[in-house]
Structures are given as structure tokens and as C-alpha cells.
Nanobody
Framework: QVQLVESGGGLVQAGGSLRLSCAAS????????MGWFRQAPGKERDFVAA????????AYAASVKGRFTISRNNPKNTVYLQMNSLKPEDTAIYYC??????????????????WGQGTQVTVSS
């Protein structure tokens, strides 16, 4: 079992920045690829970003590429999502997720075994 707890969400004006954190406990953090997903009201849960267990490879959704950066600190069992140049359409609940370590970075929610409770991000125009 892996427990995930997100933090860092909040209300920000368009153009602003937020940094989300996801603290993991349970099994060895470095054995998992980590991802961030988001879900807006009435919409499906969408892929945002992911990082391989070594931190050496990342993937981003086209809508956030160049604005968001995912990173991880394995000794601290934490993954981060730095979000810059935020837009109102980034408003959603953001979820952290863990998938067993593999070479391919998954972008589908079904590929992730463990999920956090989510943190709300609201971007005002």
C-alpha cells in the first residue's frame, strides 16, 4: 500500500503560480512512477504530468507543457508540481497518483494504482 497526501492548492489570479506537493508513505517511494491528474466539475479525470521513478524522464499534457514542471525528491518521498502562468481553465481538483515503476510513463488513470484525496486549485480571471 502507498498513501498519498496532496497539499499546496488554493485560489490564485490568472498568471500566478502555485506549487503542489504530494507526500508518500508506505512502500518504497522510489519503486513508483508518479503522476498528476486533474478533474474539473462535470469532466473526466485528465492527465497533467508524470515522472519516472528515477526522475530522469517526464511527460506532460499539451495544455500544460512549458508552464508546469513535475519533479520528485526520493529521499523525502515527495513529488511536486510547479504551476506557472496559470489560466482559469486550469481550475480543477488535482490528484497525485502512483504506478509501479516501469520504463514507459503512463498517461491514463487506469495505469495508476494509488491515489491521493486531491487538492483544489482555483484560478480567477
Amino acid at each position: 500500500q502507498v498513501q498519498l497526501v496532496e497539499s499546496g492548492g488554493g485560489l490564485v489570479q490568472a498568471g500566478g503560480s502555485l506549487r503542489l506537493s504530494c507526500a508518500a508513505s508506505g512502500r518504497t517511494f522510489s519503486m513508483y512512477n508518479m503522476g498528476w491528474f486533474r478533474q474539473a466539475p462535470g469532466k473526466e479525470r485528465d492527465f497533467v504530468a508524470a515522472i519516472i521513478w528515477t526522475g530522469g524522464s517526464t511527460a506532460y499534457a499539451a495544455s500544460v507543457k512549458g508552464r508546469f514542471t513535475i519533479s520528485r525528491n526520493n529521499p523525502k518521498n515527495t513529488v511536486y508540481l510547479q504551476m506557472n502562468s496559470l489560466k482559469p481553465e486550469d481550475t480543477a481538483i488535482y490528484y497525485c497518483a502512483a504506478a509501479p515503476a516501469r520504463v514507459r510513463i503512463g498517461t491514463e488513470p487506469g495505469g495508476y494504482d494509488y491515489w491521493g484525496q486531491g487538492t483544489q486549485v482555483t484560478v480567477s480571471s
